[in-house]
Nanobody, 124 residues
């Protein structure tokens, strides 16, 4: 079993930064890729960023590229998402997820464990 708990969300103004963190418990996650997704009100859940098992390969959605950075600390079992230059369209619930394999992936169906999410609201 794997439990994922997100933290770090909040209400910020456009242009501000936030750092989300995902803490994992349960079996070791160091051999699995991890990802961040988000879901805005009335919209589907979308891919944001992913990182492979050793942190050397990352993928980003075009909408967040050059603004967001995903990182992981396997010793601490954490995965972070640094979000800079936030925009109102970044407003969403952000979810951390564990992949079924070691390679970073954008497809939601390749993730088998999910956190409860953390709200990020960006005001204009």
């Amino acid at each position: 079993q794997v439990q994922l708990v997100e933290s770090g969300g909040g209400l910020v103004q456009a242009g501000d930064s936030l750092r989300l963190s995902c803490a994992a418990s349960g079996r070791t996650l160091s051999i699995y890729a991890m990802g961040w997704f988000r879901q805005a009100p009335g919209k589907e859940r979308d891919f944001v960023a992913a990182i492979n098992w050793n942190g050397r390969s990352t993928y980003y959605a075009d909408s967040v590229k050059d603004r967001f950075t995903i990182s992981r600390d396997n010793a601490k079992k954490t995965v972070d998402l640094q979000m800079n230059s936030l925009k109102p369209e970044d407003t969403a619930v952000y979810y951390c997820a564990k992949n079924v394999g070691p390679a970073a992936a954008v497809q939601m169906e390749t993730y088998d464990y999910w956190g409860q999410g953390t709200q990020v609201t960006v005001s204009s």
